[in-house]
């Protein structure tokens, strides 16, 4: 059963910072099954209307008072600190608690065929590229992604079938709480060195999640990343590799068009299995392909259904979206807040006709600024105006060891012409007296950033 963790659907279930794009999905697969539903933000936002719509009950605040004997567990995320108040009041009043990862992994155990896509990058969209391919396959699967997909209308899908497509993210360790029959791992790289100690640290976490695979499931990886050769040694499963250089699955023939969009041919152990055209751009966006062929393989879907899949994939929100076109200038927004997920989107803005790139980013928590910082110092090069707006604090505080200006003047000195506005607005009006026909405005980064481009297209 779905559910089998949860006997009675008239169980009061609470969750704390409902809403987060992963928790505003398991609230909806939970809604949508017919429980009771409660739970906190500390601010309103589109998904919470969503779910209050959908009959959730919502407090836009996070205080003890929420937190009443009658509730029966209690969800909340790796992002909640140990004092939250609804978090004491609910150990003090005896309530059952379960973090989001736990919760998902209980959802998962009703489910078969569970894939689980991991890696420091790429996660949104290899999950909705396979997303699509199943439901182009009619495996009329439950879909939680971190993000939001057109096809399924949001970040949820609840199935009724046997196939469960998940992201599985390694902060804080919370994948190692899934239980994956086929586990994607994309890429290992270093971040969340607030959690982490080190790469080798990080590298230590995907081995631990390679073998949670039993011995009948897969790993798909990528043979290009180097350090995912100690995970393939590591585990006791069937075993997948991919790449651009070498794998089990291969792309040749590669070409791309006017905008950055590749066509290719998948090749399996030197065999020609079938012939890709995406719609999403960069060299990237091939290695997610790869990674879904390779799942879709294993799950026996036919060939003619992977192409169409991929074909038909338009990108999920925050991901190289094209946000809309002013004055002859378009403005696009990306999620990338990791110098190598910079890079990547910098790199396929460059197949893009412009005349000019220029970039907002916006450094997502001080942590991951200053652990970064050198690398981040060297991921614009190519823009020919960066400005920063201040680093979004997220889940910390400042510690004043770093900041937007300091990272300003340190990118300046690699002759990127490069400036740090504090203010929304004032970014705006910079960007109405610089822009010019032809050029291309970027919004990246992990907080709201996208807001400068909406309102730069508003003005």
Known sequence: ?????????????????????????????????????????????????????????????????????????????????????????????????????????????????????????????????????????????????????????????????????TEACEYKGSFLKFFPYIGVILNIDADHLDYYKDIYDIQNAFIKFARLIPKDGYLVCCSDNEKMAKVISSVNCKIVTYGLNS?????????????????????????????????????????????????????????????????????????????????????????AHHPTEIKATLSAAENYPHKRIFCVFQPHTFSRTLSLYDEFTKAFDNVDELILADIYAAREKDTHKVSSAMLSEDISKRGVNCRNIHDFNNIVSYLNDTLKDGDVLFTIGAGDVFKVGELYLKK
Not at 58 to 73: A, H
Not at 275 to 301: D, T
């Open 1 to 165: 059963m779905l559910f089998d963790f949860i006997k009675d659907k008239n169980k009061k279930i609470y969750f704390i910072g409902i809403g987060g794009i992963s928790m505003s999905g398991l609230a909806e697969i939970l809604i949508e099954k017919g429980f009771s539903v409660y739970g906190s933000d500390i601010k309103a936002s589109p998904i919470t209307d969503k779910l209050k719509s959908l009959g959730a009950n919502i407090f836009i605040n996070q205080v003890k008072e929420n937190i009443t004997s009658d509730l029966d567990l209690i969800v909340y995320t790796a992002a909640i600190s140990e004092n939250n108040p609804e978090l004491i009041r609910a150990k003090e009043l005896g309530i059952s608690l379960m973090t989001r990862a736990e919760f998902l992994g209980h959802i998962m155990k009703g489910h078969k065929y569970n894939v689980a896509i991991a890696g420091t990058h790429g996660k949104t969209t290899t999950t909705s590229m396979m997303s699509n391919i199943s439901l182009n396959a009619n495996l009329d699967p439950t879909i939680l992604v971190g993000g939001e997909l057109d096809i399924i209308n949001g970040n949820v899908r609840v199935g009724n079938s046997e196939y469960f497509i």
């Open 247 to 335: 794998g089990d699955v291969i792309a040749q023939n590669i070409h791309y068009d006017e905008k950055g969009c590749a066509s290719f041919d998948a090749y399996k152990n030197n065999k020609f299995i079938l012939s890709v055209k995406l719609n999403v751009p960069g060299k990237h966006n091939i290695l997610n392909a790869l990674a879904s062929i390779c799942s879709s393989l294993i799950l026996n879907i036919p060939d003619t259904k992977i192409s169409e899949g991929l074909n038909n994939f338009k990108g999920a929100h925050r991901r190289f979206e094209i946000k809309g076109k002013k004055n002859g200038i378009i403005v696009i927004d990306d999620y």
